[in-house]
């Protein structure tokens, strides 16, 4: 059971991390609330299992071709969608709103209401302490340490990563030392989806395929985000976790716990605004304001 508790916990961690440092990069960058973030990730495995099925395609180039796939619909939203309305925050809420569901209807007329699954893109598995671990569990965690490293490296180390984070941290500051706001923005934008896409690649053989299922890792990604704190990445990494070893707990330890994990991590969350409430690692308001 210690071993379930890991494997399920690390899954759901990085997927929920991968999924709130997507959308706290354009948050910070662009003050953009995305809330079709996690209806990218629906799109995106749906594309996995049109390319693997109706085009015949190996995984691995499907799942490229989702990511890539995904990310050039990301910035083609941005340009003709929220770009002309960013400055207003109510109506990008709004008009991501209406983008979410419109992805949701698409998908529905494409694909119907049926569920739909994918195979292991990796099948077969390996015993570890008497217990077997399916080798996507593992293809599932490896692949999302390494986006998550790759996504720190180029934060950290690139010249567009220094644009995006002196960005995030004073915008006005940024624009005053030559830095290209608008493309900043939009680059930040479509990574902000290549990430969102690549959670729903390594994580569509976990799950079921409906028009609806990018409503619940919304309302976790959300709980992560404003748990860690708005707009930190540190923050979003941290609560990712937290939230997603709690549940990985409440299931296997909690009598119906499947039915209350969501209620408990959620509860966590509240718990910890009520003593921090600006979060984990965000900034308190005072200071912001």
């Known amino acids: 059971m210690i071993l379930d508790i890991i494997i399920v916990g690390l899954i759901s961690g990085s997927t929920y991390a991968i999924l709130a440092i997507g959308f706290s990069l354009v948050f910070g960058v662009a003050r953009i609330v995305n809330i079709a973030h996690t209806a990218f990730y629906m799109v995106a495995?749906?594309?996995?299992?049109?390319?693997?099925?109706?085009?015949?395609?190996?995984?691995?180039?499907?799942?490229?071709?989702?990511?890539?796939?995904?990310?050039?619909l990301g910035l083609v939203s941005y340009k003709f969608l929220i770009d002309p309305?960013?400055?207003?925050?109510?109506?990008?809420?709004?008009?991501?709103?209406?983008?979410?569901?419109?992805?949701?209807?698409?998908?529905?007329?494409?694909?119907g209401d049926e569920y739909l699954s994918v195979p292991p893109l990796i099948p077969g598995y390996v015993t570890i302490f008497n217990v077997k671990v399916m080798y996507q569990h593992i293809f599932t965690i490896l692949g999302a340490v390494v986006v998550l490293g790759v996504t720190w490296f180029f934060l950290m180390k690139t010249k567009l990563g220094l644009e995006i984070r002196a960005m995030a941290q004073?915008?006005?500051?940024?624009?005053?030392?030559?830095?290209?706001?608008i493309k900043v923005a939009m680059l930040t934008m479509g990574i902000s989806v290549a990430l969102a896409a690549f959670a729903g690649a390594v994580v569509v053989p976990l799950t079921v395929l409906n028009p609806t299922m990018w409503m619940t890792p919304l309302i976790m990604m959300m709980a992560v985000v404003v748990l860690g704190g708005m707009g930190s990445l540190k923050g979003s990494f941290a609560g990712a976790y937290i939230l997603g070893f709690t549940e990985a707990l409440v299931v296997f330890l909690v009598p119906m716990g499947a039915f209350l994990k969501a209620s408990v991590a959620l509860s966590i969350m509240i718990l910890v605004l009520v003593i921090r409430p600006e979060g984990l690692f965000g900034i308190s308001f005072e200071e912001e304001r």
């Open 45 to 72: 495995s749906y594309i996995i299992y049109l390319g693997m099925y109706q085009l015949g395609l190996h995984p691995g180039l499907a799942i490229l071709a989702s990511v890539v796939a995904t990310a050039i």
């Open 85 to 111: 309305i960013r400055e207003h925050e109510a109506a990008v809420l709004i008009a991501t709103i209406a983008l979410a569901m419109i992805m949701q209807e698409v998908m529905h007329l494409v694909f």
């Open 170 to 181: 004073d915008r006005e500051v940024a624009n005053l030392m030559g830095m290209n706001e």
